[in-house]
């Protein structure tokens, strides 16, 4: 087992499905030669070739729908979305197309697609490289959506998503990309995409969060813990849609607390989501208010660093959030 | 002419009971009034003299129309206009000022809700106003709080809260619960055996005239109501009183009470003094420091002293645990501590539980003489009164002393007034001791 | 003259008497089929129509090159004449006009006109207009990575080519040399606005400029299409490349039974058009040709009739699926 970053995991995880079944293969913006901006792919067309790691025209909408074709017949695809920001012209394809095929067959037509897309405010992204995009996603029946956070977790996941014949969008945090190192297992390690992952058990309160926001989070649960004596429980989803609500609730019904933290605006968020399952589903457990802590209602994170700084809910403001719900 | 009663509309005066001229006192009816709902007397909002009557008598008239002026004694709290303008305008209020918020019964209340104008205008007298969050979370719980009360049967009201404000949160009602639960049943902790007075059923209501007022009884009242009934059923209460030489203490105090309060930033009263005096004492006399047990005595080995704190509408027995391991400086600062937390409503739950013997502190309120009621199932209470200066004999020759009374109420069934003397007689003779060269901080 | 003129233009196209037969019945099916719908809606039986009438020859002319259930149809929503070419019946097409829990489409999920078929190959189409072509590009491109002759036809109307979704289909194909045809059957109206006011210059001619054969054929002639079909396909099979195809023909209904089409065009537009009614182009094209008689053209009709009443009888009488089924077949299981 060897240390990596979620860069090398989701690399081994594509290089391992590719290598297990010829079927899988890899299309978008500049994966090929370039090896991906993000150089998550680098080395695999050496290794796969022209074709099965396909460098495609600029066309988001031609990148999934094709791999919807691509799937329909015999293949898995994994398209890449160079940043989640661009998703929006293959809106049609993942949410009318993608994601109702089975529907919309009575079961005949599956689309074992999946689309990864570099999620998340990052230094210099600005508004059109730092969007987070689950929510436009996360009310499409059909289509699953999955964020993992950790390395482990997100090599585990992404084979799983492979393996789904669901279409599954698959949000990789990019500012986490060299951030969080840890073992990632070799191979047979098995995340489903229907889990989600208690990462600290805590009986004083909960805190449900992906992404970034979840690492700061594990942080100053650490922090409250030695210095306060405050226990907090730290729930990730991994899987945004359909999710786990089981996992969540139990939690908030041992706890009676929940925060749930996001960089996503905060209107309309897969965060507004969680608070309603908590509220409607374990409303006699709660001992406070449901808070979400969540970037403002605001386009996106400015370029400026201050700006985008003050965007994204800081160490500071995820503290103090959990401070209030704890003495409530 | 005032609002008397829903859809009244109009009303007859039917006859003055004052002339122009006269005075009247605040309250002091002005007039009889027939409307078709009520035959009523019209106090008086304001005190002051009847400047004019506006309405004959047998006239009808509307709600809200000006029937008479009446001259204040004084300017108007509200909006005074300055001094030199008093002379040009005659103090003259008009009345009543608005049928809807003129009832003439809440003359007084009216002009305070005027004067609370002033802070805030949207402010109101309350009622029918939305309360803040935070007014909102002192009253009220959350759902698992108001699930797990209605699982266990627990009046949430009578447990103590940690939260924000004094709110009740889940671990204070599981702690609660499971302290409750885990007492046998002769023997549970003092703060959380309030049994809901026998009446709570469905009382036998007593006749109400009018004029009476009816206070429904806050959770606070009603705690205190069940537990000092509880006590005086429960436990036969016997009661005997010294008389303690407190001159040289008082002058300690006098000489002290400064440099204290500048170098603890508390206020030095008696009450360190005696629940020191107390302490030492019990250990002297351990059955003061125990309980009945249905069918036997426990005696408590640590000594936590609740004090008693009068909230103004309410009381409260916040503890000093091992209240023998402090000085009077520790004490001082302890129960200062403690009171602060009571009056701002902070008690955490710990604050008033496992007290085993309570100094009640009436003196503080000029009582000089009381017969207090025991903290159930401790058993006693010692209760200080206030210092007074009296002349006393001392060696045959009359001199002005510092006087105080100290008392004890014990349940008879754990002791016997000997006992009880010789403890009360203890901490009188600690508190003569005291010298204005004690160093006894 | 005429006859060895004519002859001459089947038999070069290999077609022999049995197919030109089955073409003609196959165009005469989908018409009578839907003129059944028609009828089933003006009675309140069906809530919506969405008609093929004029575009037979062009779907069935290209359709009659596929393989079923090898070739991929990714078929637009007047198709009709297609599925019912590569294998779907006109009892399921009822079926699924009047949302019965038999329709093979989509169960009574979607409108009539969304066709889907996993056995026969035919993708399951949905109403934003377009969509069908980058998923047609994949599905090529999936034959040509794994070296196979199979191959893709897209279809949809005039105004299908009016979104990006086309191009960066073509383009795609094109860079490629993907496996598809794209048939574009020009129909002239989309809903309410004509061709002239949707499609800048030549359709068939912007192939050229993703560097592949684009023709334009008489889409109300069925050996035209035919043949440009057979052409395009054979190219594709051959591995090299796409062909589009822009069939001209016209759409003899309204958009749907929704629709009310004298608000934006003449009577006389649409009866001219009616002389050129693709299956009695055919129709003269087969007497002319002594392959088929009168005699033989009633029995046919009369008996295509018979089996299309058949089959809305059938329709009508199927069950409804369970209201709680709408809840199922949301994921494919893991």
Same mark, same amino acid.
């Given at each position: 087992?060897a240390?990596?970053n979620?860069l ?12 297990? =079944? ?7 913006e500049d994966v ?10 680098q ?6 070739g022209?074709?099965?790691?396909l460098d495609?025209?600029l066309?988001e909408?031609?990148i ?9 017949n ?9 940043f989640a =920001?661009?998703?929006?012209p293959?809106? =049609?394809?993942?949410?009318?197309e ?8 009575n079961?005949?037509?599956t ?8 999620y998340?405010?990052v230094p ?9 995009i689950e929510?436009?996603?996360?009310n499409t ?11 482990a ?12 014949p669901?279409?599954?969008l ?9 951030l969080?190192?840890e ?7 098995e995340v489903?995409?229907?889990?989600a992952?208690?990462?600290r058990?805590g009986?004083?309160?909960?805190v ?5 926001m979840?690492y700061t989070?594990?942080?100053?649960a650490?922090?409250l813990?030695?210095?306060?004596g ?5 729930v990730?989803?991994?899987?945004l849609?359909?999710?786990?609500r089981?996992?969540i609730l139990n939690s ?14 905060i ?12 509220s ?13 802590l ?5 386009p996106a ?7 985008? =700084?003050?965007f994204?809910p800081?160490?500071e ?6 401070l209030?719900l704890?003495?409530? | 002419?005032?609002?008397?009663g829903? !859809? ?18 605040l ?12 035959n ?5 909002p ?7 009557l ?6 009808t ?10 001259a204040?004694?004084e ?6 206009p300055?001094?030199?303008n008093? +002379? ?5 209020e008009e009345f ?7 009832q ?11 004067a ?5 205008r949207?402010?109101?007298?309350g009622?029918?106003?939305v309360?803040?969050a935070q ?5 009220r ?5 108001r699930?797990l009360?209605?699982e266990h ?5 009578e ?6 404000g004094g709110?009740?949160t889940k671990k204070d009602?599981?702690g ?34 009018e004029?009476?007022r ?5 959770p606070?009242?009603?705690?205190i109501a069940?537990r000092?009934?509880l006590s005086k ?5 016997a ?5 303690a030489?407190?001159?040289g203490l008082? +002058?300690?105090r ?24 107390v ?10 420091n125990s309980?009945?047990?249905g ?11 609740g004090v ?8 409260i027995?916040?503890v000093?645990?091992?209240?023998d391991?402090?000085?009077?400086t520790?004490?001082a ?10 009056r701002? !409503?902070?008690?955490?739950p710990s604050?008033v !539980?496992?007290?085993t ?10 009582s000089v003489?009381?017969n207090?009621?025991?903290n ?19 060696d045959?020759a009359?001199?002005i ?24 007689n203890?901490?009188?003779?600690r508190?003569e001791?005291?010298t204005?060269e004690s160093?006894?901080? | 003259?005429t ?6 233009r089947?038999e070069?196209?290999d ?9 003609y ?5 989908a018409?009578r089929?839907?003129e ?34 090898h070739?991929?149809l990714?078929?637009?929503?007047r ?6 070419l590569?294998g779907?019946t006109?009892?399921g097409?009822?079926?699924?006009l ?7 489409n989509?169960?009574g999920?979607q ?6 078929s996993?056995?026969l190959?035919?993708?399951t189409s949905?109403?934003?207009v377009?969509?069908?072509y ?8 999936a034959?040509?990575m794994?070296?196979?002759?199979g191959v893709?036809?897209a279809c949809? /109307?005039?105004?299908?080519?009016s ?5 960066e289909?073509m383009?795609f194909?094109g ?10 059957e ?7 606005v004509p061709?002239?006011?949707q499609?800048?210059?030549s359709?068939a001619?912007?192939?050229?400029g993703?560097?592949f054969p /684009?023709?334009?054929?008489? /889409?109300?002639?069925v ?7 057979k ?8 591995g090299?490349?796409?062909t589009?195809?822009e069939?001209k023909t016209y ?19 649409i ?5 050129k009614?693709?299956?009695i182009?055919f129709?003269?094209y087969?007497?002319?040709n002594?392959?088929l008689d ?7 009709d ?11 009888d059938?329709?009508?009488?199927a069950?409804f699926?369970?209201?709680e ?5 949301v994921?494919?299981?893991?």
């Amino acid at each position: 087992m060897a240390e990596k970053n979620l860069l090398q995991a989701i690399h081994d995880g594509l290089a391992e499905e590719m290598r297990s =079944d010829e079927s899988v293969m890899i299309l978008g913006e500049d994966v090929g030669r370039a090896g991906g901006v993000f150089r998550v792919t680098q080395g695999l067309q050496e290794e796969f070739g022209p074709e099965r790691v396909l460098d495609t025209p600029l066309a988001e909408s031609l990148i999934v729908g094709s791999a919807i074709g691509l799937s329909v017949n015999g293949m898995r695809p994994v398209a890449e979305i160079q940043f989640a =920001d661009f998703i929006p012209p293959a809106f =049609d394809q993942i949410v009318n197309e993608a994601a109702k095929f089975y529907y919309r067959s009575n079961g005949a037509w599956t689309v074992p697609i999946t689309i990864r897309a570099p999620y998340g405010v990052v230094p210099g992204g600005a508004l059109y490289h730092s969007q987070s995009i689950e929510a436009w996603f996360c009310n499409t029946p059909g289509l699953k959506v999955v964020a993992p956070t950790f390395p482990a977790d997100a090599k585990a996941m992404l084979k799983s998503a492979i393996r789904d014949p669901n279409p599954v969008l698959f949000l990789e945090h990019k500012r986490t990309y060299r951030l969080i190192k840890e073992d990632v297992p070799e191979d047979g390690h098995e995340v489903p995409l229907n889990k989600a992952r208690v990462h600290r058990e805590g009986g004083d309160i909960t805190v449900v969060s992906y992404g970034l926001m979840l690492y700061t989070a594990l942080e100053v649960a650490g922090k409250l813990s030695e210095e306060l004596g405050i226990e907090t429980e730290v729930v990730e989803p991994r899987t945004l849609y359909p999710m786990d609500r089981e996992t969540i609730l139990n939690s908030v019904k041992k706890t009676g607390k929940l925060l749930v933290i996001s960089e996503a605006n905060i209107t309309g968020s897969v965060s507004g989501e969680i608070a309603a399952i908590v509220s409607q589903e374990a409303f006699e457990w709660l001992d406070a208010p449901v808070i979400r802590l969540g970037a403002p209602d605001v386009p996106a994170a400015a370029f400026a660093k201050p700006m985008m =700084d003050f965007f994204v809910p800081s160490a500071e403001k995820i503290e103090a959030a959990m401070l209030e719900l704890a003495r409530y | 002419m005032p609002q008397l009663g829903e !859809s009244v509309t109009e009303g007859t005066i039917t006859r003055w009971l004052k002339a122009e001229g006269d005075e009247v006192a605040l309250d002091e009816p002005l007039a009889e009034v027939d409307t078709d709902k009520v035959n009523a007397e019209l106090p008086s909002p304001f005190a002051g003299t009847v400047e004019k009557l506006l309405v004959s008598e047998g006239t009808t008239v509307d709600v809200g129309t000006e029937i008479a002026l009446v001259a204040g004694e004084e300017s108007p709290a509200t909006e005074a206009p300055p001094k030199e303008n008093t +002379a040009a305008e005659p103090p003259t209020e008009e009345f009543p000022a608005a049928g809807t918020e003129a009832q003439p019964a809440a003359g007084g209340e009216r002009q305070r809700a005027v004067a609370g104008t002033r802070g805030s205008r949207s402010g109101g007298n309350g009622r029918g106003t939305v309360e803040d969050a935070q007014t909102l979370r002192l009253a009220r719980s959350s759902p698992v709080v108001r699930r797990l009360a209605a699982e266990h049967g627990v009046d949430i009201r009578e447990v103590p809260g940690s939260g924000v404000g004094g709110r009740v949160t889940k671990k204070d009602i599981e702690g609660h619960i499971e302290q409750k639960e885990r007492a046998p049943a002769g023997l549970q902790e003092e703060r959380e055996t309030f049994e809901p007075p026998e009446t709570a059923a469905s009382p036998e209501r007593l006749p109400v005239h009018e004029g009476d007022r009816i206070l429904d009884l806050t959770p606070m009242r009603r705690a205190i109501a069940g537990r000092m009934s509880l006590s005086k059923r429960e436990a036969p209460h016997a009661w005997t009183m010294v008389e303690a030489d407190v001159t040289g203490l008082a +002058a300690l105090r006098e000489r002290e009470k400064g440099a204290f309060m500048e170098r603890e930033g508390v206020k030095l009263t008696y009450l360190p003094f005696i629940v020191r005096a107390v302490v030492e004492s019990l250990k002297e006399n351990p059955i003061l420091n125990s309980v009945w047990d249905g069918d036997r005595i426990v005696l408590r080995k640590r000594i936590n002293i609740g004090v008693a704190v009068d909230l103004e509408e309410a009381l409260i027995v916040p503890v000093i645990p091992d209240a023998d391991e402090l000085n009077v400086t520790g004490l001082a600062r302890r129960i200062d501590a403690v009171v602060k937390r009571a009056r701002g !409503s902070q008690l955490s739950p710990s604050d008033v !539980s496992g007290g085993t013997f309570t100094v009640n502190n009436p003196g503080a309120l000029g009582s000089v003489v009381s017969n207090p009621i025991i903290n159930h199932p401790q058993a006693a209470i010692l209760s200080a009164e206030a210092v007074v200066k009296r002349p006393v004999v001392v060696d045959d020759a009359i001199a002005i002393r510092s006087m105080m009374n100290l008392e004890v109420s014990f349940d008879h069934r754990i002791l016997d007034g000997g006992v009880a003397l010789r403890f009360l007689n203890a901490v009188k003779r600690r508190l003569e001791e005291y010298t204005p060269e004690s160093g006894g901080s | 003259m005429t006859t060895e003129k004519t002859r001459a233009r089947h038999e070069t196209l290999d077609l022999e008497e049995a197919d030109l037969k089955s073409i003609y019945r196959a165009m005469l099916v989908a018409r009578r089929v839907d003129e059944r719908s028609w009828i089933l809606n003006r009675q309140g039986k069906a809530a919506f129509v969405i008609s093929c009438q004029g575009q037979e020859a062009a779907q069935i002319g290209a359709a009659y090159n596929l393989r079923p259930g090898h070739d991929y149809l990714y078929p637009y929503y007047r198709d009709s004449g297609m599925t019912l070419l590569l294998g779907q019946t006109p009892r399921g097409q009822f079926l699924s006009l009047l949302g019965k829990k038999e329709d093979p489409n989509s169960a009574g999920r979607q409108m009539p006109g969304h066709f889907s078929s996993r056995e026969l190959n035919i993708v399951t189409s949905s109403a934003p207009v377009g969509v069908q072509y980058p998923q047609a590009a994949g599905t090529a491109l999936a034959f040509k990575m794994r070296g196979e002759d199979g191959v893709v036809m897209a279809c949809g /109307g005039e105004a299908s080519t009016s979104g990006g979704d086309w191009h960066e289909a073509m383009n795609f194909s094109g860079i490629h040399d993907l496996p598809v045809i794209f048939l574009v059957e020009n129909n002239v109206y989309a809903i309410s606005v004509p061709s002239k006011f949707q499609v800048a210059g030549s359709i068939a001619k912007r192939a050229e400029g993703y560097g592949f054969p /684009g023709h334009e054929v008489d /889409g109300n002639d069925v050996l035209a299409v035919y043949e440009a079909a057979k052409e395009a396909v054979e190219r594709a099979r051959r591995g090299d490349g796409p062909t589009l195809i822009e069939a001209k023909t016209y759409r003899m209904t309204a958009h749907s039974s929704d629709d009310d089409d004298r608000r934006y065009r003449e009577r006389e537009e649409i009866e001219a058009w009616r002389l050129k009614d693709p299956i009695i182009r055919f129709e003269k094209y087969l007497f002319e040709n002594g392959l088929l008689d009168e005699d033989e053209k009633e029995a046919m009709d009369a008996e295509i009739k018979a089996f299309v009443a058949e089959a809305s009888d059938y329709a009508e009488n199927a069950p409804f699926a369970d209201p709680e089924e709408a809840l199922d077949r949301v994921y494919a299981e893991v």
